[in-house]
Structures are given as C-alpha cells and as structure tokens.
C-alpha cells in the first residue's frame, strides 16, 4: 500500500520558544534549528531529530503538510529537505500542488461554504465586537476564509470567553479553537481532513497516517488509517481519543521527536 503522511506543524513537528515548554527539558541550542525566520526573528524550530526525519520522508515524497497557517505563512518555512508535492493550507481551504495553489479545489471549497453557516461577513462584523468589549488585542482574516482573535497574554479570562464564543459558533455555523494567545473561528465545513484526502487521491495514495495537536486536526486524526497526537495541545486537554491514535508519552519538542519517529515507522512498513 502506497501511504502518505497528513501532518500539522505548529505544536505538532514544529515548537516556538513557548510550546516547547510544554515538555520538562527544553533541548539544548545545538539541537534546535530555526525554520520559521521573518527578518531577524525566529517564531519556531525544529529538533535536530526532526529534521533528518522529516528530511528523509520529503524526499521519498511522502509528507503532506496540513497547516492552519496562511500560503504566505507556510512558504516562508524553511522546511528540510524536497519541497513537498502537496501541502494543504489555511486549514483545508487551499491546497498547493508543487507550489501552486489548486484553482478547483478552491472553488469546491467556496461552494461549500456558501451553502450553509454564518457568512463572513457577519462573523467578522462579530469578532470585531468582541476585540472591542472583550479585551482582545487585534482581529485578522486568513484570506477570507475565516478569522482570529490575538491577546498579547493568555490571560485567564480567555478559556471563558472561548467557551462562551463556541457556543455562539455553534448556533451560526462556525467553530472556536484556542491556541495558546490566538482565538480562532472557522466556518464548520472548512477542514483539514477533505483537503488531505483530495491530496492523497491526487498523490495515488491508498493508505493516511496523520499526526495533529488541536482540535482543527481533529477529523483528520479520526479519518485517517492511524494517528497520532502528543500530549500537549488542544486535542490532550479535552481528552480526544480514536481506537488508532495513539498519544506519545513525551509533551513538548520531545513528541515531536516521538511523531516523526512514528511517521517513518509508518511510511517503512504499513504496520499500525
């Protein structure tokens, strides 16, 4: 069986300086190498480990990045090793087939979301509100597609306030996600999971493995053929479990060395 791997990045096989405190042992500097650069700054790394793994699997042409971040987000990454074939951004709304953006997937995309929820508009109208009254520091749209909210400190007041939006969310069609100082809302039928089936059909895959730490990765975790997720993040707090994911013992960078590891155990013989 031909398989691919569906993996997230932020949390997942990439960490900034914070998410790597999730784990009792930051590595050290020298095992840690910067791949999200803008100008002088570095938001996030990857281990060393992760590295030559993540490089291995590129260039067998077996990785399929499923991020939530923008194109501009993703393609500023300095991932090692071959540019992946396909890459799903946005959290599902596009898909980039050797660095191009996929037209038809799109308009699909556009479809779906026309035909049911909140519009928008009307929820971009809504989160602006809530910047003003609810002590939220910027309000940014990720190419029309859906909306987030930013703190400058996760302040407690937040995983309350996440409550109460998703019950809004859900009432109008869209759904809350927090992660760490970023409140994100997205439309119900935009995911992960239909774009990184559409990839693999495309790649002439017959076999998915995926790996994820929020609840964005949720559906893909549960339609994949195996998962996994560490245990930190979106998806350990609430306690998310399928009969094939499994959890890694280590939080922090240390999963991430644990998930690719997994990946390539994957991807070498088929075996869950």
């Given at each position: 069986?031909t398989?691919?791997v569906?993996?997230?990045?932020?949390?997942?096989?990439?960490?900034s300086?914070?998410a790597m405190?999730?784990?009792p042992v930051?590595?050290a500097?020298?095992?840690?190498v910067?791949?999200?650069?803008?100008g002088?700054r570095?938001?996030?790394?990857?281990?060393?480990?992760?590295?030559?793994?993540w490089t291995g699997?590129?260039d067998?042409?077996?990785v399929?990045?499923?991020?939530?971040?923008?194109?501009?987000?993703?393609?500023r990454l300095?991932l090692?090793?071959?540019r992946?074939?396909?890459?799903v951004?946005?959290?599902?709304?596009?898909?980039?087939?050797?660095g191009?953006?996929?037209?038809g997937?799109e308009?699909?995309?556009?479809?779906?979301?026309?035909?049911g929820?909140?519009?928008?508009?009307?929820?971009?109208?809504?989160?602006?509100?809530w910047?003003d009254?609810?002590g939220?520091?910027?309000v940014r749209?990720?190419?029309?597609?859906?909306?987030?909210l930013?703190?400058v400190?996760?302040?407690?007041?937040?995983e309350a306030?996440?409550?109460?939006?998703?019950?809004?969310?859900?009432i109008n069609?869209w759904?809350v996600?927090?992660q760490?100082?970023?409140?994100y809302?997205?439309?119900?039928g935009l995911?992960k999971?239909?774009?990184?089936?559409?990839a693999a059909?495309r790649l002439g895959?017959d076999?998915?493995?995926a790996?994820?730490?929020?609840l964005?990765?949720?559906?893909?975790?549960?339609?994949a053929?195996a998962a996994?997720?560490?245990?930190?993040?979106?998806?350990?707090?609430t306690g998310?479990?399928?009969p094939h994911?499994r959890t890694t013992a280590?939080?922090?960078?240390?999963a991430?060395?644990?998930i690719?590891d997994w990946?390539v155990?994957q991807?070498?013989?088929g075996?869950p």
């Amino acid at each position: 069986m031909t398989t691919v791997v569906a993996t997230d990045l932020d949390g997942t096989v990439i960490f900034s300086e914070k998410a790597m405190s999730h784990g009792p042992v930051r590595p050290a500097d020298e095992d840690l190498v910067p791949v999200d650069v803008d100008g002088e700054r570095i938001y996030a790394y990857m281990t060393t480990r992760v590295v030559r793994q993540w490089t291995g699997l590129a260039d067998a042409g077996v990785v399929v990045p499923a991020t939530t971040r923008s194109v501009e987000q993703y393609q500023r990454l300095r991932l090692p090793g071959q540019r992946p074939a396909a890459a799903v951004v946005c959290n599902g709304a596009r898909l980039l087939v050797d660095g191009g953006s996929d037209a038809g997937w799109e308009r699909q995309v556009r479809r779906r979301l026309a035909e049911g929820g909140a519009t928008f508009d009307t929820v971009w109208q809504e989160a602006q509100r809530w910047r003003d009254q609810r002590g939220f520091d910027a309000v940014r749209s990720v190419e029309d597609f859906f909306i987030y909210l930013t703190v400058v400190r996760r302040e407690p007041w937040l995983e309350a306030f996440a409550d109460e939006a998703a019950e809004w969310g859900r009432i109008n069609g869209w759904r809350v996600s927090l992660q760490g100082r970023k409140l994100y809302l997205l439309p119900t039928g935009l995911d992960k999971a239909a774009a990184v089936a559409h990839a693999a059909e495309r790649l002439g895959a017959d076999r998915v493995v995926a790996g994820g730490d929020s609840l964005l990765d949720a559906d893909m975790l549960r339609e994949a053929h195996a998962a996994i997720r560490p245990a930190h993040g979106e998806l350990h707090l609430t306690g998310f479990t399928s009969p094939h994911c499994r959890t890694t013992a280590a939080a922090g960078a240390a999963a991430g060395d644990e998930i690719v590891d997994w990946y390539v155990a994957q991807t070498g013989d088929g075996r869950p």
